[in-house]
């Protein structure tokens, strides 16, 4: 590797304990459970994926194996983005399978699912992956987005399978890439192949969770890292007094993200997108939210403050979600993205869409910014949908918020001065340093994969449960991927997919956020959690994602 700095020398020496289980692995059998009833809907699921479907969670637990280890050719790739712990799945999943047999071999494959349908592979051997351990990103061997879902990717899959002579193959991602693996899976037990899928739940928007898989790997650093830069941010603005900082944090389909860091930071204001969605608060009502609580800090003399917008905010107001699902309809028609591609101009390209847009969504399109219009045209990604990511939605605000408040004080109802700042954070958090947390549970994660296939196990996912217990009592298992699929509408097809999970409006961590945040909005509790630590007392090291712990335990009170 390049040079490295003394913390990351620091880093590649500690070794993550793994729970009492995992510390005897030749001592190791199966419990398993009976799969569980069908739930409404899932019978498309039991039909599209009948070889294993009826599987049942199963738990690690001392006791006779199902047979004495033998010598395992396993690969393993990264799939969808970058999320801190990544590196220590596959340290977790190498270490375990040369204690099961010294002379087992773990591949990778470079540059994520397209090295698989390429067979572009790298032996991981000790020397490679003691530069990486407990270490952020995925450059190890790279990641991708490519999707293995039709019969020619899939037959590719598995003839890189058999070439490889693989056991098994890992596939580290999100609910898409735990998608691919259950398609996997059913695959090649039709094939009559000898390699057994396992998944691992990795993302750090935290929307790969359910009762069977507690948290994403990742979810905790990320939000530590975003957490630490709010803080600064709400420090800086109580010092100077002048600013409002509107901080747009990722996470296109739920706002866990920006749930976790109100809770760590106490904003003046989170924007939850489901809250919104529930309540169908169109952005004119957002915007006279937010600007009556510039006017009534104002009038209390504090004019600054911190604002969260989760990343996919602007889908879930009503009238701009028709909106995009609007565009992404039209552009799909080719006679269309034909006649809009053609026009240089944005001018011209608005008015030819908005002649082909219901009187709604053209009415909509015609009140937003220039800049947003820019962005939902020319912002697409390879299958002609709006990338949500891209749309600056805390400038959008800003925007929307600064002609409410000249509204006002045109009025005399307001008579303060607004500065706005707009952030993004995102990207800061996938690659760094994984927290303690995520150090441990994703060497844990990585051991229980190289289990799950040595018990020739297919079609499951790596889970740990008990996370807000000490590491030593964690227990380990797997979840058959199909029990957490469901069938949604996908390009105007009714596909299986691995459901992704939103905010709970009637959880436990959303409900301490509905008890504090109109104090949060008036007085200044503002939280300043400081970096990421990786030594001193346990209490701070070893801090936990707070939604983990209020939807373990029940809600808490926030000071």
């Not at 706002?255 to 809250?275: D, Q, R």
């Not at 797997?478 to 009714?494: D, F, H, N, S, V």
Request: hydrophobic content about 40%.
């Amino acid at each position: 590797m390049n040079h490295a700095s003394p913390l990351e020398l620091s880093r590649l020496r500690y070794q993550p304990p793994l729970p009492r289980i995992l510390l005897s692995l030749e001592h190791l059998g199966l419990r398993a459970s009976s799969p569980s009833e069908l739930k409404e809907g899932c019978e498309s699921i039991k039909q599209l994926f009948p070889r294993t479907y009826n599987q049942g969670p199963i738990l690690f637990a001392a006791g006779e194996p199902e047979a004495k280890s033998a010598r395992l050719r396993v690969g393993v790739v990264l799939s969808g983005g970058q999320a801190p712990g990544g590196h220590n799945v596959i340290a977790g999943l190498y270490d375990a399978l040369k204690e099961l047999h010294p002379g087992s071999t773990l591949l990778g494959f470079r540059g994520g699912p397209a090295g698989i349908l390429k067979n572009e592979t790298i032996e991981i051997t000790a020397a490679l992956i003691d530069n990486y351990r407990n270490l952020g990103g995925f450059d190890m061997i790279g990641s991708g987005r490519t999707k293995i879902e039709g019969q020619e990717q899939l037959l590719a899959s598995l003839a890189t399978a058999d070439r490889c002579a693989l056991d098994g193959l890992v596939i580290i991602g999100g609910d898409d890439s735990n998608t691919n693996a259950a398609h996997l899976a059913e695959f090649f037990l039709s094939a009559g192949s000898k390699t057994r899928i396992v998944g691992v739940p990795k993302t750090i928007d935290g929307d790969l969770k359910s009762r069977e898989i507690e948290i994403s790997f990742g979810h905790d650093t990320a939000c530590k890292v975003y957490n630490e830069l709010i803080g600064n941010l709400m420090r800086d603005a109580l010092s100077a007094r002048k600013y409002y900082h509107f901080v747009k944090l990722m996470g296109r389909s739920a706002s866990h993200i920006a749930l976790e860091c109100a809770l760590k930071t106490h904003p003046n204001l989170v924007l939850i997108g489901e809250e919104i969605a529930a309540a169908k608060t169109i952005l004119d009502g957002l915007t006279h939210q937010i600007a009556t609580l510039i006017t009534e800090r104002s009038a209390a003399g504090k004019e600054f403050g911190v604002i969260l917008i989760p990343e996919g905010l602007i889908e879930f107001l009503p009238e701009i979600g028709s909106l995009i699902r609007e565009l992404n309809t039209l552009l799909a028609r080719e006679e269309i993205r034909t006649e809009v591609d053609r026009l240089s101009h944005i001018d011209e390209r608005i008015s030819v869409l908005c002649g082909h847009l219901s009187p709604d969504s053209a009415l909509c399109f015609a009140r937003l910014p220039y800049t947003t219009q820019a962005e939902l045209l020319f912002e697409r990604d390879p299958h002609g949908n709006v990338q949500v990511s891209k749309i600056a939605t805390e400038q959008l605000l800003i925007a929307t918020v600064t002609h409410e408040l000249a509204k006002r004080a045109a009025a005399g109802i307001y008579r303060g001065s607004f500065h706005p700042v707009h952030h993004f954070f995102g990207y800061e958090g996938r690659s760094a340093m994984p927290s303690q947390f995520d150090c441990q549970y994703t060497y844990a994660l990585g051991y229980t994969s190289a289990l799950l296939i040595n018990a020739h196990l297919t079609g499951y996912m790596a889970t740990i449960h008990n996370l807000t217990q000490p590491c030593d009592v964690w227990q380990v298992g797997g979840t058959p991927i199909t029990a957490l699929m469901q069938m949604e509408e996908r390009k105007g097809k009714r596909v299986p997919v691995v459901k992704k999970a939103l905010v709970d409006l009637q959880g436990p961590a959303f409900k301490t956020l509905v008890r504090n945040r109109a104090r949060w909005a008036k007085d200044d509790l503002f939280g300043y959690p400081g970096p990421i630590q990786f030594t001193g007392p346990q209490e701070v090291v070893g801090e936990l994602p707070l939604t983990l712990i209020l939807e373990s335990q029940g809600a808490g009170t926030i000071a």
